[in-house]
């Protein structure tokens, strides 16, 4: 695949588990072929959503080679192999590869606060054992790192480095990204609540996690983007954080909480692993209004 082919909406992918909590290839095929049939993009595969951080390597590898069956030469595939050795981060690398993903990308390494020649050797350690275009992710609320415009001078002299999956809150550090990288890098939006004010600043699409639960609705915004109908598109965006902001008051945590906005759409995917905590009986029905908002804010600007 082309890099140019890499843009617009990419749902960050969620792990789907069976009743008794292990990886379910049924369910994975189903997430898959639910947002292949919204028309979306591409997949970010093993990610935040993919809570990768609470999976071993074979299941990460398993989830890899499940969402590549089903949606290999459909969707672009990108498949983030960053974990907290080098070593499994390049056993990743390389069985996506295997496997035909399209890109690959990593956050730093975790835990350890290392200095950036450790981060730059980390990432270019992974890219010395695959050939696939690599995407940085910069993601310092969780990881504890900030991908700087200075390191990323650096880490764009490595060849395969094509962009950023930029998840920091500043809309500036897209800019910065494309200024230091140059028109061909690209640079995806990563936090969902900035989704319009992200492409307005240069990013050619997002990476993210609520995706999911309303894909038609990031559709529509970077439609009216390009259509340069700014007032509606920052409507609309106003109206999704108001989704998000309902996600993210459930007791359980929001990836729980879409995972039962997908269910009710008829999508099980399963729970949560935990430490991250599952919904309750009294979030059902803020569970129940939000999709009946997500319902009525379609119905406002797409259909």
Same mark, same amino acid.
């Given at each position: 695949?082309?890099?140019? +082919? ?6 960050? @992918?969620?792990?789907?588990? *069976?009743?008794?909590? $292990? ?64 070593? %499994? ?38 890219? $010395?054992?695959?050939?696939?275009? @690599? ?5 310092? +609320? ?14 764009? $002299? ?80 106003? %109206? ?10 459930? +007791? ?7 995972? *039962? ?21 009294? *979030? ?20």
């Amino acid at each position: 695949m082309r890099t140019d +082919q890499l843009f617009g909406v990419i749902p960050a @992918f969620y792990a789907c588990y *069976d009743d008794e909590g $292990e990886i379910s290839p049924s369910r994975t095929e189903a997430l898959a072929i639910y947002l292949y049939e919204k028309n979306v993009q591409g997949l970010y595969v093993g990610g935040s959503s993919g809570e990768c951080i609470y999976q071993n390597l074979e299941e990460r590898k398993a989830v890899l080679t499940h969402v590549a069956t089903y949606m290999r030469g459909k969707l672009a595939l990108i498949a983030h192999v960053g974990a907290p050795s080098t070593r %499994d981060s390049i056993a990743l690398a390389k069985h996506a590869e295997s496997l035909g993903y399209d890109a690959i990308s990593a956050i730093p390494p975790i835990y350890f606060k290392l200095p950036d020649d450790s981060v730059l050797q980390y990432w270019n350690d992974i890219m $010395e054992h695959c050939s696939l275009p @690599f995407i940085a992710y910069n993601i310092p +609320q969780t990881t504890g790192y900030t991908l700087t415009p200075s390191v990323f001078s650096k880490l764009i $002299e490595n060849d395969k480095v094509i962009g950023v999956k930029n998840s920091s809150m500043p809309t500036m550090d897209i800019e910065r990204f494309k200024r230091v990288g140059g028109a061909d890098t690209l640079v995806f939006n990563g936090p969902d609540e900035q989704f319009v004010s992200g492409l307005m600043m240069g990013a050619n699409g997002g990476i993210g996690g609520t995706y999911a639960a309303m894909p038609e609705l990031f559709l529509k915004a970077i439609e009216l983007v390009k259509q340069g109908d700014m007032a509606t598109a920052i409507s609309l965006q106003s %109206d999704i954080n108001e989704i998000i902001v309902k996600l993210c008051s459930c +007791q359980g945590h929001m990836y729980a909480a879409i995972k *039962d906005v997908l269910a009710i759409r008829g999508v099980i995917v399963g729970g949560v692993r935990k430490p991250l905590a599952s919904t309750t009986v009294e *979030d059902v029905d803020m569970i129940m209004g939000i999709v009946n908002l997500i319902d009525q804010t379609i119905e406002k600007y797409v259909n």
